[in-house]
């Protein structure tokens, strides 16, 4: 059975995150996640989250579903890339999203969540769409959505079609070719640890010359920008008037009114390009005229991130096949 579903900014105002509501336990309870293609758990505000670290998001009461399994004795806790994080305990319950249902899926209810999942109240959780390798849960790791729905789909695939602030979708199952013009190039991934890895095989700064290179990083949709090598971001934001790597700001920011080239990545032969516009990210605060960019340092990540201002300038397919594969479009 395939599936479709939104991926809706969380912010009308810049792309930090999209969601996407989903069904857990009998009767259905909604909430709206956070799908990541950068970590492996699911896990949801929950009945078992503290009052005072709730704050407007929808909960999961598995107490209320009488399909709903603790998985006894197993809990979670996850760290991510921005400092924030989480943990707690296990159940299974019936999952859907898109009309594709997982009938016992690992639904890992948080018993504390840090400061910046409270004061972010859209986001009532996420959806790793990692490799299960990554999962966090002990002393048995759980799949993760994606691969217990792969059997029941036409195809072991789910497509990212992220927009720039509108809605966009995931599909899971098969490749709407409606979503993307010209081929997909498809690139092996390195699976270990567990990110969707592939190399670009170099960038270019507005329409200058293409700079072949190897740039091995994760395709992430739960990271807001894109962070790649130092000298590729020193190259695009020193053809940028009055660009600076602020240490104050934590990245480069950019007087609001100046002219911002695109980023071209490629992708095998082929190419994709974030238009200037997506790297014009954000005012530092409303109205200011310093502005922050969507392309940023990863130098001191230690990855490179390919995050939603690339993402979201592609149809990217994610192929769960054996072995798995990304593919690329532009749309
Ligand atoms: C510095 C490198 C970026 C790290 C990246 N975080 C981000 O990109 C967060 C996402 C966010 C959205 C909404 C509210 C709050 C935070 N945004 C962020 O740091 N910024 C700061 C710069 O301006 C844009 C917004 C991250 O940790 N991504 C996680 C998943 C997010 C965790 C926080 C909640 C939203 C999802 C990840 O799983 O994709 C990961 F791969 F990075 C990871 O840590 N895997 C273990």
Known sequence: ENGSAAAIPIDPRFDIA???PVTIGTPPQTLYLDFDTGSSDLWVFSSHTPESQVRGQRIYSPEKSSTAKLLAGHTWSILYGDGSGSLGNVYTDNFTVGGVTVTSQAVQTAQQVSYSFTSQSEIHGLVGLGFSTLNTVFPNGQLTFFDNAKSTLDSPVFTADLKWKKEGTYDFGFIDETKYTGEITYLPVQTDPGYWTFTSSGYAVGDGAFHPASIVG???TGTSLTYLPAEVVTSYWG????AVD?????GY????SSKLPSFTFGVGPANITIPASYINYAQITEGSPVCFGGLQSSSWLGVNIWGDVALKAAFVVFNGANPPTIGWAKK
């Open 246 to 250: 602020s240490d104050y700001y934590g």
């Open 253 to 256: 920011v950019f007087p609001c």
């Open 218 to 220: 994760i395709a992430d």
């Open 239 to 242: 053809q940028v008037d009055g």
């Open 18 to 20: 999209y969601v996407t």
